[in-house]
């Protein structure tokens, strides 16, 4: 069964760093794009940027290059997305996604559950 | 870069049809056929629906349908029924390795 598991919610303090990870299982990491895509609270979809795990070939959003950073540890199948200091605007629910290989265009087949990050003092 | 425009509501009656639009540019929605629908219900991760303008995926209702007319896109539900009762997000690709989603749209069913 393919499975996207991402790690729990995290409460962190402005300023502090922080590392969530997406887990995936059930189907060969190395040849799928896996994505990050942000939902701050009762907002919308954004898409954040994708890895590339087998040779970690990272592309990121304009809106979001430099804010955090994407990679990938392809002998444990796993993702991640890191800050390096938090602010209270990076409070959202983070989901990862896998890049539909089979096709041209940039969208996701399969999502992970999310993981709920907290920013506060 | 903007997000793309969508109505923040729609609604319909059981058994009938709802039509959302998702409006880009020229660089985006016009530029490609490489507009995307996805289906979020509350506190759950969002499902692809429709993907190049009016391809499903194995497994989704062909009551879910999609089509592209310049700059618009366009998600059609027909025969709603109470479990498509959702957001709906559309998404397109905005050059290489770029994507934007739209705002959102919440469907009600009657």
């Known amino acids: 069964e393919m499975q996207l598991v991402q790690s729990r919610a995290e409460v962190k303090k402005p300023g502090e760093s922080l590392k969530i990870s997406c887990r995936a299982s059930?189907?060969?990491?190395?040849?799928?794009?896996i994505g990050w895509v942000r939902q701050m609270p009762g907002k919308g979809l954004e898409w954040m940027g994708i890895i590339y795990p087998s040779d970690s070939d990272t592309r990121y959003s304009p809106s979001f290059q430099g804010q955090v950073t994407i990679s990938a540890d392809k002998s444990i199948n796993t993702a991640y997305l890191q800050w390096s200091s938090l602010k209270a605007s990076d409070t959202a629910m983070y989901y990862c996604?896998?890049?539909?290989?089979?096709?041209?265009?940039?969208?996701?087949?399969?999502w992970g559950q999310g993981t709920l990050v907290t920013v506060s003092s | 870069q903007s997000a793309l425009t969508q109505p923040p509501s729609a609604s319909g009656s059981p058994g009938q049809s709802v039509t959302i639009s998702c409006t880009g540019t020229s660089s985006d929605v016009g530029g490609y056929n490489y507009v995307s629908w996805y289906q979020q219900h509350p506190g759950k991760a969002p499902k692809l629906m429709i993907y190049e303008v009016n391809k499903r995926p194995s497994g989704v209702p062909d009551r879910f349908s999609g089509s592209k007319s310049g700059n618009t896109a366009s998600l059609v539900v027909s025969g709603l029924q109470a479990e498509d009762e959702a957001d709906y997000y559309c998404s397109s690709d905005a050059g290489t390795d770029n994507l934007l989603f739209g705002g959102g749209t919440k469907v009600t069913v009657l």
């Open positions: 059930g189907y060969n990491f190395l040849a799928y794009w």
């Open positions: 996604a896998r890049r539909d290989r089979y096709s041209s265009s940039l969208n996701f087949d399969f």
